[in-house]
Structures are given as structure tokens and as C-alpha cells.
């Protein structure tokens, strides 16, 4: 079990994890203005850190204007090439190398171990076709950890206060072989956690689907994380009876679900599903409402809808076949502050709703998974609404101005968010832009009204203060 030495110890992660689900709590209480001034505040921040400590953002933004309010269109966009290319100035910690942190990666017995006694270090896997080394300080690890609990987890509580702590038993199916953000995550868990090291295990999703079952049998996991194509292959060995475990909660992340398969998985399992979507830079970009729809955490998360160019596109216009994403937060010391388009012509487009008119307060009841079969009866308007990707929308009032225009574009091609395995639905990997909460607001995430290919509407309610548009 890995060491959590310093910044990893367990009280100071929990002193961080405590003021950041305080602050995400007010956000999501305080309304539009509340998450519009955080926004423009932790960007004002940001900005001021990266010229203070990063000579390549020092260089990158020295003709941007400081003698009036920022603007994010003032900043120039960056793409990953730019930064692993120039990765020693663009860290603001100069003991921090690209030379050392991928002698750190090297060594698969660093998974879950600070780097540098304080850091965490995610790999991405190059589906964009740069892989990315992404280091995150201690703030960015609270902001994570608070975000899921906060926000995903207020719909699908990893902690059932009906069972003892030492009943409780978490179960991750993913890819073990580097670095990356969900088995780095979890190791970091187990390590700040010593409860958590002996009620947690790791199966790798390589192991074969026979031996993952007999693991899972074995264990008796209460909540069940992973990919959407493992959730399905288990769901249907519960349906058919060759699968006893019973978690109440089940996580999904780096695949799309879509809405047949999330029915398909809850009705075997009798639990809660429930997905967020992120990326190495950020983990947590949006989350789940009770609905199924995609919320994003627009107080800490900027997205913007971008052009071929890179330029901004105004409400209403055509995009193309990309869009652009910017992650931020105070003292991100090495986010990527605006990055490039993320391509994916086949990407889905799928529908984020402004993060904080969710409140995702009502938790789905804990049914028996028997009687959820039973329940479970063909619906004769099902094929209706998968052919014109209708499904009833969250219902939620949709947070105007600022608030909205930050959480309606999501990055295309790379993320959390890709179709899984027994899927009726068409589709490809990668979330693109769907109609916001000022549009259609009956299409579901995920099943925005189908356009000529390479055509994605723009959601409308972009932010002005920002630089059109943050959204």
C-alpha cells in the first residue's frame, strides 16, 4: 500500500476535501450571480498565477490587456503539442521536469504514490494523438475528491449509513497499466485511508470477463465502479443468473452510457447508476442529475464552442466537427488554461446542462433486483423514441446568463463519455455540442435531435463578461 507522506496525509486531504465541498455546497445554492462571480474570480486568479509562475504562459500572454476586466477570448488558445513540448517552462514548480516526471511514470510501483511527496501525475492514453503527462497539486486533488461528493455522489452515494463501515466494499474495473487519473485516484484513496486499502480492490478490465465475475463474487463489492461495455457484459450475466454480488451503488465513467443500457444495468442489479465526465486535466466537468443528464460544474469549469479556426462561434452557428474545453481553477498550477480543438468527425453529440440548476437531491430507492426484472416490461414507445432521440429532459429551471453559457459545450473526441458495449443507439466516442438547457430541453444527454453530419448547434445563454463565448 502506497505511503501519504506530507500533503497526503489524511488530514490535510481532508481539511482540503472539507472546504471545498463547503464552498461547492454554497455554489450550488447561491444561484446564477453566486457561480458567475466565482467563475470570473477564479479565472482572474488563474490567469495572474500562470504569469507569475509560468514562463511559457508569462511569454504566451504578455500583449493580453491587464488594464481592463478579463476576457476569455483575450487568451490565446494552446494545444497539447504546444505544452509537452515546452512542459518545463509551462509547470510553475521548476523542481517539476519533464525528464523526472517521466522517469516517475516509468515505474508502474509509483501508481498511487505522491511524485514529489505532494503531486499526483495522470497519463492520458493518446487517443487525441498526443499523449499528455498532467500533474496535479493538492488543490486540484480536493477539488476532485469534493466535486464527486458533492455533486455525483449526492445521486449515487458511495456510503449506504445503514451499513457498517466495515461493510462497505468498493470494486474498480479499469485499465491498471500506467498512470491514469481513475486507478491513480483510487490507489491515492487507498493510501490516504487505510480502511479503504483493505475494502477496496482494483481488477484490471484486461482480466477475463470469467475471472472479473468470480472476483466480484468473491468480494461482494456495495459499490461497483466502471467502464459502461464491463457494466453491460456483467449485467448480463446477473440477468441470467450467474452473477450474485448486489452492489447498491454502480459508477460509471469513460464510456457513454446510454439510456437503454443504464435501464438495462439497473434493472439487473437493482442499483443506482450513475456517471460523470471528465478528462486527465479535469476530472470532474460534469455530472449526472437524477435524469441522466449532464450537468457541468460551471463553477470551476469553463467550456467554449470554437470554429475550424479556433475562433469563438456565436449562438446558433454551425461548429463543425470539434469544439474546445478549457478546465480551470484557482492556482491551477499546471492546467492547461485554454486548449485546442479536440477533433472526433463521429463524435455524439450530447447535451450539457448548466452544472448548478441540477441539485441532484432525490436518490433512486433500493430495489430488490429480482423484482426490477420482473418490473421490466417492453415499452411499446421505446423504439419511438430511440429512432427521434426523444426522452424526457430533467425538468429543472435552466441557470440563465453567465452560469449557463459556461456549461453548454463539451470537448469532442476525448473524455468520459463513449457508447457502450449493446448499444441501440448510434453514435461514436467522444461528446460533442447539443442543444443546451435554453434549447430543446426534452432531449435527454445523449439524445439530441439528429442533424446533417458535421453540424452541431450551438446552445444559447453564452456569457458577454467572459468573452463570448465561455460556454
Not at 465502479?225 to 450475466?237: F, K
Not at 474545453?325 to 492547461?336: C, I, N
Request: glycine share 12%; aromatic share 8%; net charge positive.
Amino acid at each position: 500500500m502506497p505511503k501519504a507522506p506530507g500533503q497526503w496525509s489524511f488530514m490535510d486531504a481532508w481539511w482540503r476535501w472539507g472546504n471545498v465541498v463547503a464552498d461547492a455546497i454554497l455554489a450550488g445554492n447561491g444561484g446564477p450571480s453566486v457561480v458567475e462571480r466565482l467563475q470570473k474570480d477564479r479565472l482572474r486568479r488563474l490567469v495572474q498565477w500562470a504569469r507569475r509562475a509560468s514562463p511559457f504562459y508569462a511569454e504566451l500572454y504578455a500583449d493580453v490587456s491587464q488594464a481592463r476586466p478579463l476576457r476569455l477570448a483575450d487568451l490565446p488558445p494552446v494545444t497539447r503539442s504546444q505544452l509537452m513540448a515546452r512542459f518545463d517552462d509551462w509547470v510553475t514548480d521548476r523542481e517539476v521536469t519533464l525528464e523526472r516526471v517521466r522517469a516517475f511514470v516509468a515505474d508502474p510501483r509509483h501508481v498511487g504514490h505522491p511524485f514529489r511527496d505532494k503531486y499526483a501525475v495522470f497519463t492520458s492514453s493518446g487517443t487525441t494523438g498526443i499523449p499528455g503527462l498532467f500533474v496535479q497539486d493538492p488543490e486540484a486533488l480536493a477539488v476532485y475528491d469534493a466535486l464527486g461528493t458533492a455533486r455525483m455522489g449526492a445521486l449515487a452515494p458511495l456510503w449506504d449509513w445503514r451499513t457498517s463501515v466495515g461493510g462497505h466494499r468498493f470494486a474498480l474495473i479499469a485499465a491498471t497499466g500506467g498512470h491514469f487519473a481513475g486507478v491513480v485516484t483510487w490507489e491515492r484513496l487507498r493510501a490516504l485511508h487505510p480502511w479503504f486499502a483493505k475494502n477496496g480492490i482494483v481488477i484490471p478490465v484486461t482480466a477475463p470477463l470469467d475471472e472479473i465475475a468470480r472476483r466480484l463474487e468473491a468480494f461482494r463489492p456495495t459499490v461497483l465502479a466502471s467502464y459502461s461495455t464491463v457494466l453491460r457484459a456483467l449485467a448480463e450475466r446477473k440477468h441470467a443468473g450467474e452473477l450474485l454480488c448486489s452492489p447498491h451503488t454502480i459508477w460509471y465513467g469513460g464510456e457513454w452510457m446510454g439510456p437503454q443500457c443504464r435501464q438495462y444495468v439497473e434493472s439487473a442489479f437493482g442499483a443506482r447508476v450513475a456517471g460523470d465526465y471528465g478528462a486527465s486535466e479535469f476530472m470532474n466537468i460534469a455530472f449526472e442529475c437524477e435524469k441522466g443528464e449532464l450537468h457541468v460544474n460551471s463553477d470551476w469549469v469553463i467550456l467554449e464552442p470554437v470554429d475550424e479556426r479556433g475562433a469563438a462561434v456565436p449562438v446558433g452557428e454551425p461548429v463543425g466537427d470539434g469544439a474546445a474545453h478549457q478546465p480551470g481553477q484557482p492556482r491551477a498550477t499546471f492546467h492547461p488554461l485554454r486548449t485546442g480543438r479536440q477533433r472526433d468527425p463521429g463524435a455524439r453529440r450530447v447535451r450539457l446542462r448548466p452544472a448548478l440548476s441540477a441539485h441532484p437531491r432525490r436518490r433512486a430507492p433500493r430495489r430488490d433486483p429480482a423484482a426490477a426484472r420482473r418490473e421490466r416490461r417492453p415499452d411499446p414507445g421505446d423504439a419511438a423514441r430511440a429512432q427521434h432521440g426523444h426522452r424526457g429532459g430533467c425538468g429543472r429551471a435552466p441557470v440563465p446568463g453567465g452560469t449557463g453559457g459556461a456549461s453548454q459545450a463539451a470537448p469532442a473526441g476525448r473524455g468520459r463519455q463513449r457508447r457502450g458495449a449493446g448499444e441501440s443507439e448510434e453514435g461514436a466516442r467522444g461528446l460533442a455540442i447539443g442543444p443546451g438547457a435554453a434549447g430543446h430541453r426534452d432531449h435527454r444527454a445523449g439524445r439530441a435531435p439528429r442533424r446533417p453530419p458535421g453540424e452541431r448547434k450551438v446552445p444559447a445563454g453564452l456569457p458577454e463578461e467572459l468573452g463570448r463565448p465561455a460556454a
